[in-house]
């Protein structure tokens, strides 16, 4: 059994799950309004890589800053272990579905740690610093 802290918070598995989870919900909304769009001519098929490097971007920001809000510590290590789950979990996928195809995965790479260094940087501002009284 793992033990909490006073203030109540989760182990840092958890939260790494919630924002593996978070991404893969991002990356399969956003999928599906782009897949509306493909589906009524508003998009060119063409241009669907553009897209999949945005979702990525967008998916791996959004757990990273979920993960990094909920750990009151060291969120740069844990919004790192964050972006890097979920770019396994989609180097895996493709390996899964796409019988090994690694041609953008390298984009996906790039995009996840685009994502990871954008959150790492949003939750470093986002902290208070301690003011010292006079």
């Excluded at 958890?14 to 998009?43: A, K, R």
């Excluded at 396994?88 to 995965?105: E, W």
């Excluded at 990871?116 to 902290?127: E, G, H, L, P, S």
């Amino acid at each position: 059994m793992m033990k909490t802290s006073k203030k109540g918070t989760r182990p840092i598995i958890t939260n790494l799950l919630w924002g593996l989870l978070i991404g893969i919900i991002v990356s399969i909304v956003f999928s599906g309004i782009v897949g509306l769009f493909v589906l009524n001519d508003g998009v060119a098929e063409e241009n669907t890589k553009y897209f999949a490097m945005v979702i990525q971007f967008i998916a791996a920001f959004a757990g990273s800053v979920f993960v990094g809000k909920r750990v009151g510590q060291k969120y740069a290590i844990v919004c790192g272990c964050s972006a890097a789950i979920y770019c396994l979990v989609l180097v895996a996928s493709t390996i899964m579905f796409f019988d090994g195809a690694f041609q953008s995965v390298g984009m996906g790479v790039g995009m996840c740690a685009a994502g990871y260094v954008v959150a790492c940087a949003m939750c470093m501002t986002n902290k208070r610093k301690g003011h010292r009284r006079k």
